[in-house]
């Protein structure tokens, strides 16, 4: 089965650092999207960024960037210069490519705490 | 653009009790899915369409009843309230079930059955 897997349940960054968090992924596919969402407080769900694994340059959106790996089935998200609104559950997710027919549901990890310390 | 609009924000059921979950996105997206969080088990899905008049299950669909006459409308249906449907349930369409189109979530619901 297809999984996802985000080893740090929670971390902690002091403000205007540099954080990063692990997601790695388990699939047979060899063409497949990987995003980052974040949700706040607020509860509300954010697209951070995405990643498809045909590309092989890094994803970038303004301070949050991927350290994408596809061998090792690895898709890391670094925060720069973290800021307090940082502070939110990070959710790493996989979708199948469009020739998966109806297995093209997104499958998510169980999120990591980070927060932000002034 | 409002995107996706959930209501209500929260609601207390009591148990054996029904109720219906809006959910309208104003994206034209095709795809619309339904969503449940609980602590420690992440985001699970209920059900889902990838068009006007098609429906179909995703991981934990018993106890919930959809239906998508419009584009732009996608409730969920809860028939007899349980206990085990305390959660937050978010609403998520995409522009289209292919492709690499991220998912837009509602605000959330948060339910609570006594």
């Known amino acids: 089965a297809q999984t996802v897997t985000q080893s740090q349940p929670e971390m902690s960054v002091q403000e205007a650092e540099t954080v990063t968090l692990s997601c790695t992924y388990d699939?047979?596919?060899?063409?497949?999207?990987l995003f980052w969402y974040k949700q706040p407080p607020s509860r509300q769900m954010i697209l951070v960024i995405r990643q498809e694994a045909y590309k092989q340059q890094n994803a970038t959106e303004n301070r949050f960037s991927v350290n994408f790996q596809k061998a090792a089935k690895s898709f890391s998200l670094k925060i720069s210069d973290s800021q307090l609104g940082d502070t939110a559950m990070y959710f790493c997710a996989f979708m199948n490519p469009v020739n998966a027919g109806n297995n093209r549901k997104l499958i998510w990890g169980l999120g990591t705490s980070l927060a932000v310390n002034p | 653009n409002a995107g996706v609009t959930q209501t209500p924000k929260f609601q207390v059921l009591k148990t054996g009790q029904s109720m219906t979950l809006q959910c309208a996105q104003d994206m034209n997206h095709e795809y619309m899915s339904w969503y449940r969080q609980d602590p420690g088990m992440g985001l699970r899905l209920i059900h889902y369409s990838v068009g006007a008049g098609i429906t179909d299950q995703g991981e934990v669909p018993n106890g919930y009843n959809v239906s998508r006459s419009t584009t732009e409308d996608f409730p969920l249906r809860l028939l007899s309230a349980a206990p085990s449907q305390t959660s937050v349930y978010f609403c998520?369409?995409?522009?289209?079930?292919?492709?690499?189109?991220?998912?837009?979530f509602g605000n959330g619901t948060r339910l609570t059955v006594t």
């Open positions: 699939t047979s596919e060899n063409n497949y999207y």
């Open positions: 998520a369409s995409r522009e289209t079930e292919g492709g690499n189109s991220p998912l837009h």
